[in-house]
């Protein structure tokens, strides 16, 4: 079985400033991949930044970097200059080679709320 | 086209009541989900399918019916819901369901908010 934590169900950040979001994972499963989405109020999942575990780089995608430390299962995502459209839910989630259906396992969400 | 609609946007149903959700993408993508969030809550997977065939029901009650009529469309039809099935429903859709294939990206749509009175 699979499972995501994410610790901080909510933070504050002020505009242009980095944040961290922390996910760290588990399974027993040698082969997997790593997603981060991001929910506004609207509701829309919206895809931001993949990782797969035989990556050997860490992924980055325009503000969005992630800090895959795979010996410590953490796969953390970092905004940079952070925008007051940053503000949303922000889900990290893992999908397993031997997972039936390309079924991803979510944690629980961290809130972010940019502060001007 | 890299979008999923979802319709109707809003929905507020009475117990007895049936209705519908629609959930459409146009990106040739062969597997389809459905989801129910509630507030505060990650996503929850309700139905997989995939080349139009059911392949996960996470035992969802049957007044949740899902239904495939094509590769492109997929629906959610509703019957005697009860309160607690208000939600966020959100359809995605992802290019398949292999195993193995573990960066394969689910594409969301905007989702239905239902209140069942």
């Known amino acids: 079985a699979q499972k995501i934590t994410q610790t901080q169900p909510g933070m504050f950040v002020q505009e242009k400033e980095a944040v961290t979001l922390d996910c760290t994972y588990d399974t027993s499963d040698p082969s997997y991949g790593l997603f981060w989405y991001k929910q506004p109020s609207s509701g829309e999942m919206i895809f931001l930044i993949y990782q797969g575990s035989y990556d050997q780089q860490n992924a980055t995608e325009g503000r969005y970097s992630l800090n895959f430390q795979k010996a410590r299962k953490s796969a953390n995502l970092v905004i940079s200059a952070s925008q007051l459209g940053d503000s949303a839910m922000y889900f990290c989630?893992?999908?397993?080679?031997?997972?039936?259906?390309?079924?991803?396992?979510f944690g629980g969400g961290t809130r972010v709320l940019v502060k001007p | 086209d890299t979008e999923v609609t979802q319709t109707p946007k809003h929905l507020v149903m009475g117990m007895t009541n049936k209705k519908s959700l629609k959930c459409e993408q146009h990106m040739g993508h062969r597997a389809m989900y459905w989801y129910k969030q509630k507030a505060k809550k990650p996503p929850e997977l309700m139905f997989v399918y995939s080349y139009e065939k059911l392949s996960i029901n996470e035992s969802v009650p049957s007044r949740f019916s899902p239904e495939c009529p094509n590769s492109s469309l997929l629906n959610l039809h509703l019957h005697a819901l009860q309160p607690e099935d208000s939600a966020l429903y959100l359809c995605?859709?992802?290019?398949?369901?292999?195993?193995?294939?573990?960066?394969?990206?689910?594409?969301f749509g905007p989702g239905t908010r239902l209140t069942v009175l």
């Open positions: 989630a893992m999908r397993a080679f031997k997972a039936a259906g390309n079924k991803l396992t």
């Open positions: 995605a859709s992802s290019q398949g369901t292999k195993r193995g294939a573990i960066d394969n990206e689910q594409f």
